[in-house]
């Protein structure tokens, strides 16, 4: 029955180990670092959990070894909340692992292993989860498994079917697929990039704001909206672009806040909310994650409304 679950997301599950230095390593030399934290990650399992902590009835969709690093990562979602009846454990194969610097500044780099992520095979039981479902959340980084994104692309076909709105994240595709990206037209409600990610959907060079724009006639979908990291987002609907400014916060790590960005944009969205007011919860959502360690920390709703009171006036 359409509505026993809010949000299915398509995506990544990880473990992240934190490394906070002073700056990044040199080859062959020694490097201390300030500190270490192992964490949960991953865009899918990030997303399902700022989702679940806004009290949105979510699933996952994704795959993790039969390791202790999986047992790990399965253990957490379920304590949140995240219906993980659809994620896989997959035998000889290590559960997706992310090694993530942070500088003082709150800026990272990544070294990571998809592992059991990237071999996930979409199957009926998945397609049939979309039909009691409102909104299908997919992430680019799919397109990289081992199917080059068939799962993706049932998954928002049969959303289609069942009048389901889609987003998808150009994460991942951009960069070593991005062939693949005309697959999708028509069947993606809401596009969701950086500035970069824009720039290389469309061969170019340098941005600009009326990039967004041509995407969504090029791809054939309702809006894009571009993450502008500090400087808020752009959105592009209704043959416009506007610019929504983001909040100002003490960045101490900005390790998931694309992906707290997209579960405000995704809560707005459900709330049938104007997408430029959508975007002001995602601008939030992206600022809170900001003020703390690792990727997910995310607040309630209630959290949010009492440290950006202008959440208060738009739910």
């Known amino acids: 029955m359409r509505g026993a679950i809010d949000v299915v997301v398509y995506g990544d599950i990880n473990i992240d180990v934190m ?6 390593p040199e080859r062959g030399i020694p490097l201390t670092a300030e500190s270490i934290r192992i964490m949960h990650g ?3 399992g990030n997303i399902a959990t700022a989702l ?3 009290n949105i009835k ?5 795959a993790v070894g039969e390791d202790v690093l999986g047992f790990e990562a399965l253990r957490e979602l379920n304590r949140i909340g995240v219906d993980t009846s659809r994620v896989r454990r997959l035998a000889n194969v290590s559960t997706g692992l992310m090694i993530i610097f942070v500088e003082p500044s709150g800026e990272r780099t990544i070294i990571g292993y998809r592992g059991a992520n990237s071999k996930i095979i979409v199957d009926d039981e998945d397609l049939e989860l979309i039909k009691n479902t409102r909104h299908l959340h997919v992430s680019g980084y799919t397109f990289l498994n081992e199917d080059y994104g068939e799962g993706a692309l049932r998954l928002l076909k049969e959303a289609k079917v069942n009048d389901c709105t889609t987003s998808l994240d150009l994460e991942g ?3 070593e697929r991005p062939s693949l990206l005309k697959k999708v037209k028509g069947l993606v409600d809401y596009l ?3 500035e970069k990610e824009a720039t290389l959907a469309l061969g170019l060079r340098e941005f600009n704001k009326q990039i967004p724009l041509i995407l969504t006639r090029t791809l054939d979908s309702k809006a894009a909206i571009v993450k502008l990291g500090g400087k808020g987002c752009l959105i592009a609907e209704n043959n416009r672009v506007v610019e929504v400014p983001a909040f100002k916060v003490k960045v101490v790590d900005t390790t998931g806040a694309g992906d707290a960005f997209n579960a405000g944009l995704i809560y707005g969205i459900l709330k049938n909310l104007p997408l430029t007011k959508a975007a002001i919860i995602a601008n939030a ?9 690792g990727a997910r920390h995310y607040p309630t709703i209630e959290e949010l ?9 738009i739910i």
């Open 192 to 194: 969701l990039m950086n």
């Open 285 to 293: 959502m992206g600022a809170y994650n900001c003020m703390g360690f």
């Open 173 to 175: 595709i951009v960069y």
């Open 52 to 54: 679940s902590t806004l």
């Open 19 to 24: 490394v906070y230095t002073r700056r990044l």
């Open 305 to 313: 409304k009492e440290k950006f009171p202008t959440i208060k006036e």
């Open 42 to 44: 991953g865009v899918g």
């Open 58 to 62: 979510v699933a996952l969709i994704g």
